[in-house]
């Protein structure tokens, strides 16, 4: 049985974090990288394995340190990922392909296919990563980073700000819907979208100086190089769910748009009333348990049931302080 996930840090002041011991280093022969930024760069320094395959614990410690991502809101992508993504009996993660590092596979359904497994975490309309559809859902591409710059020139006079990631979030659902004939945008991917849009504004802007303007220089060196700059100090306040939720709140208001996806064709858009949205985020936990988890999961037994009640148990514990009520989709332990 894995043990709980770490608890907040004490100190969650700003503070250099691309130090000497935690340096930038190039990738070395076979270490694994994915589609999110953050992470990636926390393994090039060293605040997780730089071969890219972490536990959920060392996850939670390093978004946390090299962060100052709030507990609530690590424990919830971590473990959200970790069920899908994961292996829950050997406790490891990749945060990019499938790798035989994270140890024997459990029996299908399950696909234990790391970070950059389709459509269960990761998905479309993605800020610097093209659609799966498109065939890599998770390199840097550079004429989504070029669109981005031009988006930030013209809305935020040259930075990535909450008011540029509010027009460049809507652009990429809009250019998904006109190219991508399979576009989802429904639970969870609805609300990763939006909540990766606020991130790069809150955990990519030096904590100095946290004003929620970011270069695209700095971002050039987190989206494409998962580097700090130098000297680069971590937020200057631990940032979880409801700062997160209020940034999300100031993307989705310019341009709110419920989540579906496309019928099998371009320009196909219906409005899915089945997936879990904005006015109900319980639903996105329950339906990510009883639909996404107990998918890849039918029928448990032994060490593997025990692991995964014991991660669901992990990943509901930021969700009781938002009022919601547990569910056991194996039974209750
Ligand atoms: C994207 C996982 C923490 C910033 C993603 C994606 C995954 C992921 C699976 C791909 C989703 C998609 O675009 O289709 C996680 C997990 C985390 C975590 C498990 C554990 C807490 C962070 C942190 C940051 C961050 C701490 C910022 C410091 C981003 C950004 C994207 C992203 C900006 C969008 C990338 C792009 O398309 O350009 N993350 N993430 N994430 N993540 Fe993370
Ligand atoms: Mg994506």
Same mark, same amino acid.
């Given at each position: ?17 691309? /130090? ?7 990738? *070395? ?68 392909? !499938?790798?035989?590092? /994270?140890?024997?596979?459990?029996? #299908? ?20 990563? #093209?659609? *799966? ?20 020139? !013209? ?10 990631? *509010? ?71 631990? *940032? ?94």
């Amino acid at each position: 049985i894995p043990s709980p996930p770490p608890g907040p840090m004490n100190d969650t002041s700003a503070k250099a974090v691309n /130090t000497p011991v935690n340096s930038w280093l190039p990738l *070395a022969d076979g270490d694994i990288r994915g589609p999110c930024p953050g992470l990636n760069t926390l393994a090039s320094h060293g605040y997780l394995p730089r071969n890219g395959i972490a536990t959920p614990a060392q996850i939670v410690d390093a978004v946390q340190e090299g962060f100052n991502m709030g507990n609530d809101i690590a424990i919830f992508v971590t473990y959200a990922a970790m069920l899908v993504d994961g292996n829950l009996v050997t406790n490891l993660l990749s945060i990019g392909g !499938k790798s035989s590092l /994270t140890g024997t596979d459990p029996p #299908a359904p399950a696909i234990v296919g790391g970070l950059n497994t389709h459509a269960v975490f990761e998905g479309d309309a993605s800020t610097t990563r #093209a659609d *799966a559809f498109f065939g890599d859902n998770h390199s840097f591409n550079e004429s989504l980073f070029q669109e981005l710059v031009s988006f930030s020139n !013209k809305f935020g006079a040259g930075n990535y700000n909450l008011s540029v990631a *509010a027009q460049f979030r809507f652009q990429r659902i809009q250019d998904s819907i006109a190219t991508n004939p399979t576009f989802s945008f429904v639970s969870p991917r609805y609300y990763t979208a939006y909540a990766e849009s606020v991130f790069p504004t809150v955990f990519f802007v030096d904590g100095r100086v946290a004003n929620g303007q970011l270069s695209m220089d700095v971002a050039r060196g987190f989206f494409q190089n998962m580097s700090m700059p130098p000297g680069f100090f971590r937020t200057n306040k631990s *940032a979880g769910l409801s700062a997160i939720a209020t940034g999300i709140g100031q993307v989705f208001l310019p341009h709110p748009i419920e989540p579906g996806s496309n019928q099998g064709a371009v320009n196909t858009y219906e409005v899915n009333p089945n997936s879990a949205d904005f006015t109900n985020f319980c639903k996105l936990y329950t339906d990510f348990v009883n639909n996404t988890v107990k998918g890849l999961y039918p029928n448990p037994t032994g060490d593997l049931l025990n692991a995964l009640n014991a991660n669901l148990g992990f990943f509901f514990q930021p969700l009781a302080g938002q009022g919601c009520a547990q569910v056991f989709p194996f039974g209750q332990p």
